[in-house]
């Protein structure tokens, strides 16, 4: 057992008692904890929040909170405006296109988990009428992306 700042023993936590994975977007440290983290100063962060490179997550007295990925999005525009010599505006094109990259792969994994159910389906099972927009599969509408 562990004593706590008060003299008391306490218990030690329990594997189960720790989350099984840490959600990346909780908001999570204040900024000088991400500061630090960043291997930057506090100003540098309220700087790229004016900018909208890193947008941290606002607490209800109005205090920036920073996520893992944030800290993570800090380091990546620190690299490439510091180690790559790319300008601020450069660095906030290539974040735009790192999260249309992000997203479009995750639509691509939703378009190929559906596209599994509909071959693991019996063709004597499939009900669907077509337009030229979307598919409807039982309940569900499949949309066709342009």
């Given at each position: 057992m562990a004593e706590s700042d008060h003299g008391r023993a306490r218990k030690p936590a329990e594997p189960r008692d720790l989350p099984q994975r840490f959600d990346p977007?909780?908001?999570?440290?204040?900024?000088?904890?991400a500061a630090r983290l960043a291997g930057m100063h506090p100003q540098t962060l309220r700087t790229y929040d004016r900018l909208g490179l890193v947008v941290p997550k606002r607490a209800s007295g109005r205090g920036r909170r920073y996520s893992i990925k944030d800290v993570e999005r800090?380091?990546?525009v620190q690299h490439l405006s510091q180690e790559e010599g790319i300008?601020?505006?450069?660095?906030?094109?290539?974040l735009t296109l790192k999260s249309e990259v992000e997203r479009l792969q995750k639509q691509n994994a939703h378009l190929i988990e559906e596209l599994r159910t509909l071959r693991s389906t019996p063709v004597s099972s499939r009900v669907f009428t077509a337009s030229p927009?979307?598919?409807w599969l039982r309940t569900r509408t499949l949309e066709i992306m342009a």
């Amino acid at each position: 057992m562990a004593e706590s700042d008060h003299g008391r023993a306490r218990k030690p936590a329990e594997p189960r008692d720790l989350p099984q994975r840490f959600d990346p977007d909780a908001p999570l440290f204040l900024i000088s904890t991400a500061a630090r983290l960043a291997g930057m100063h506090p100003q540098t962060l309220r700087t790229y929040d004016r900018l909208g490179l890193v947008v941290p997550k606002r607490a209800s007295g109005r205090g920036r909170r920073y996520s893992i990925k944030d800290v993570e999005r800090l380091r990546l525009v620190q690299h490439l405006s510091q180690e790559e010599g790319i300008n601020l505006v450069g660095v906030q094109h290539i974040l735009t296109l790192k999260s249309e990259v992000e997203r479009l792969q995750k639509q691509n994994a939703h378009l190929i988990e559906e596209l599994r159910t509909l071959r693991s389906t019996p063709v004597s099972s499939r009900v669907f009428t077509a337009s030229p927009d979307s598919v409807w599969l039982r309940t569900r509408t499949l949309e066709i992306m342009a």
